[in-house]
């Protein structure tokens, strides 16, 4: 984003609602036009997302759609933040993991339930990015964040408070976890994309089944992932990617906290 670009989506995510300074009667919304842009991002791509084509989604010209926002940049900004599921939604879980670790249940009752509220906002990210796999694209680098994103953040950061990590760690701790979500989502749109998933199957399907044809003619090569893929055939834990992951990461983070406790 250019500087112009930033300020103006600071204003239009952040300010009050702009009046456009000329024209006809006001007969279009910011939520409207990024609601369009969702539709076409969640059929197409966010490539198939444009001025043009939100503006014949809303059967005005390119240049009245111009009046309110000021271009693709901008429009993507809003877009994410119509997208983002509103992380209010996930109140009700965090404060359930909570009460169910102030009870005493499981090892993650050390920091008000620190664990289990992780558990909830990752479970919860991991849907938002099923739901609008575009947002995988346009929530990387440097830009304007919206009151959603920055409600997610926040409920991340919150669900840390109190277990002795500095405002670095626990950010970086939220990075981590935010970034394993974001690889499975990933490696799923991709399998997606590339015409895999028939039946439904999931990428770790998808996998043992690619893999599965090469091995048959070349395990004796391979002979530690043939092994593995064997026991996956037989004992079942394919995806489990997320799960596992996330479960993982949080044990080496409960070290960390336990470290701070002492």
């Given at each position: 984003?250019?500087?112009?670009?930033?300020?103006?989506?600071?204003?239009?995510?952040?300010?009050?609602?702009?009046?456009?300074?000329?024209?006809?009667?006001?007969?279009?919304?910011?939520?409207?036009?990024?609601?369009?842009?969702?539709?076409?991002?969640?059929?197409?791509?966010?490539?198939?997302?444009?001025?043009?084509?939100?503006?014949?989604?809303?059967?005005?010209?390119?240049?009245?759609?111009?009046?309110?926002?000021?271009?693709?940049?901008?429009?993507?900004?809003?877009?994410?933040?119509?997208?983002?599921?509103?992380?209010a939604g996930l109140d009700a879980g965090l404060a359930a993991a909570a009460a169910v670790a102030a009870a005493g249940a499981g090892a993650g009752a050390a920091g008000g339930g620190w664990?289990?509220?992780?558990?909830?906002?990752?479970?919860?990210?991991?849907?938002?990015?099923?739901?609008?796999?575009?947002?995988?694209?346009?929530?990387?680098?440097?830009?304007?964040?919206?009151?959603?994103?920055?409600?997610?953040?926040?409920?991340?950061?919150?669900?840390?408070?109190?277990?002795?990590?500095?405002?670095?760690?626990?950010?970086?701790?939220?990075?981590?976890?935010?970034?394993?979500?974001?690889?499975?989502?990933?490696?799923?749109?991709?399998?997606?994309?590339?015409?895999?998933?028939?039946?439904?199957?999931?990428?770790?399907?998808?996998?043992?089944?690619?893999?599965?044809?090469?091995?048959r003619a070349r395990g004796d090569d391979y002979p530690a992932l043939a092994a593995a893929l064997g026991s996956v055939a037989e004992q079942g834990g394919q995806e489990q990617a997320l799960?596992?992951?996330?479960?993982?990461?949080?044990?080496?983070?409960?070290?960390?906290?336990?470290?701070?406790?002492?």
């Open positions: 984003m250019t500087s112009e670009q930033w300020s103006a989506a600071v204003r239009l995510l952040w300010g009050p609602p702009a009046k456009p300074a000329r024209g006809p009667k006001r007969g279009l919304t910011l939520e409207g036009i990024a609601l369009a842009g969702v539709g076409i991002a969640d059929a197409e791509g966010l490539g198939g997302v444009s001025m043009q084509r939100v503006a014949a989604e809303l059967a005005v010209t390119k240049m009245a759609l111009y009046r309110y926002v000021p271009g693709k940049a901008e429009l993507v900004a809003l877009m994410v933040e119509a997208a983002l599921p509103d992380p664990r289990e509220q992780l558990g909830v906002w990752a479970r919860g990210l991991y849907e938002g990015f099923r739901a609008h796999p575009w947002l995988l694209e346009a929530t990387v680098g440097a830009r304007v964040m919206g009151p959603r994103e920055l409600g997610w953040m926040e409920r991340a950061l919150a669900a840390l408070d109190g277990c002795g990590l500095s405002g670095a760690e626990a950010m970086d701790s939220v990075v981590l976890v935010a970034g394993h979500v974001r690889g499975i989502a990933e490696q799923e749109r991709a399998m997606a994309g590339g015409g895999g998933g028939a039946g439904g199957e999931g990428p770790d399907a998808q996998l043992v089944v690619m893999l599965g044809e090469v091995l799960l596992y992951g996330l479960e993982r990461i949080l044990d080496g983070l409960g070290l960390l906290v336990e470290r701070r406790g002492r």
